[in-house]
């Protein structure tokens, strides 16, 4: 059974940054993050293979957010810098053996619980 730990969300003032952390159990696949806001659809963060050298982004984060990972520990993070009031949302991790364009594509099978972003005008 895969599990996804997420930390490191919070409240923070526009313009200011956050690191979130996604520990995999046991498992070195590709993973990405999503994020959801309330009243809108799920949308594509990023995304990173498992050996790192490929990455995603979200076009509204591109330029901002960076997604880099630690196969020593398996982690995965999502540094964001220049938040925005709109990058409030739950942010979650995801994993899936396939490959990261399973993940890009919102199909991965191993989902973690979410941690709240919040960015205050």
């Known amino acids: 059974q895969v599990q996804l730990v997420e930390s490191g969300g919070g409240l923070v003032q526009a313009g200011g940054s956050l690191r979130l952390s996604c520990a995999a159990s046991g498992r070195r696949d590709a993973m990405g993050w999503f994020r959801q806001a309330p009243g809108k659809e799920r949308e594509f963060v990023a995304a990173?293979?498992?050996?790192?050298?490929?990455?995603y982004y979200g076009d509204s984060v591109k330029g901002r957010f960076t997604i880099s990972r630690d196969n020593a520990k398996n982690t995965v993070y999502l540094q964001m810098n220049s938040l925005k009031p709109e990058d409030t949302a739950l942010y979650y991790c995801?994993?899936?053996?396939?490959?990261?364009?399973?993940?890009?594509?919102?199909?991965?099978?191993?989902w973690g619980q979410g941690t709240q972003v919040t960015v205050s005008r």
């Open positions: 990173i293979s498992w050996t790192g050298s490929t990455t």
């Open positions: 995801t994993l899936d053996p396939r490959g990261v364009y399973t993940v890009k594509s919102g199909a991965a099978d191993y």
